[in-house]
């Protein structure tokens, strides 16, 4: 079972890295789960997106440098300075992050897409 979720993680990810490049997107990490139903390995939930993936901008990857993403990091950054302790109640999000999120949600997916997301 690991060599066939090995294989088709890879297959997945190779694929996506590859088209994300020419749309001078970079996967810099993702995440795959799999389930199994009837004895067969499936893949389950979400995946790379903005809210499962980091993706950064290739024109401006520097190497050992934090990179402007597009994705859930800014909201990820704001959660630590907040001081929240990881318990229920999460912090109400400010409105600009909000937007600034969805912002940037809609940016990754124009650039992958070559459409624009409509709300």
Same mark, same amino acid.
């Given at each position: 079972?690991?060599?066939?979720? %090995?294989?088709?993680?890879?297959?997945?990810?190779?694929?996506?890295?590859?088209?994300? =490049?020419? =749309?001078?997107?970079?996967?810099? &990490? /993702?995440?795959?789960?799999?389930?199994?139903?009837?004895? *067969?390995?499936?893949?389950? &939930?979400?995946?790379?997106?903005? &809210? %499962?993936?980091?993706?950064?901008?290739?024109?401006?990857?520097?190497?050992? *440098?934090?990179?402007?993403?597009? &994705?859930? *990091?800014?909201?990820?950054?704001?959660?630590?300075?907040?001081?929240? @302790?990881?318990?229920?109640?999460?912090?109400?999000?400010?409105?600009?992050?909000?937007? %600034?999120?969805?912002? /940037?949600?809609?940016?990754?997916?124009? =650039?992958?897409?070559?459409? @624009?997301?409509?709300?």
């Amino acid at each position: 079972m690991a060599k066939e979720l %090995s294989e088709k993680s890879l297959t997945i990810y190779c694929f996506s890295e590859e088209y994300a =490049r020419t =749309r001078g997107i970079i996967i810099a &990490d /993702t995440k795959l789960e799999f389930g199994i139903v009837d004895d *067969q390995v499936i893949l389950i &939930d979400e995946l790379l997106t903005p &809210d %499962s993936s980091r993706f950064w901008d290739a024109d401006s990857y520097k190497v050992g *440098q934090p990179q402007p993403s597009f &994705d859930k *990091q800014m909201v990820r950054d704001w959660l630590v300075a907040s001081g929240w @302790n990881k318990e229920p109640p999460a912090p109400m999000l400010p409105a600009d992050l909000i937007q %600034s999120t969805s912002e /940037t949600y809609q940016e990754v997916y124009r =650039r992958l897409t070559g459409e @624009n997301l409509h709300k």
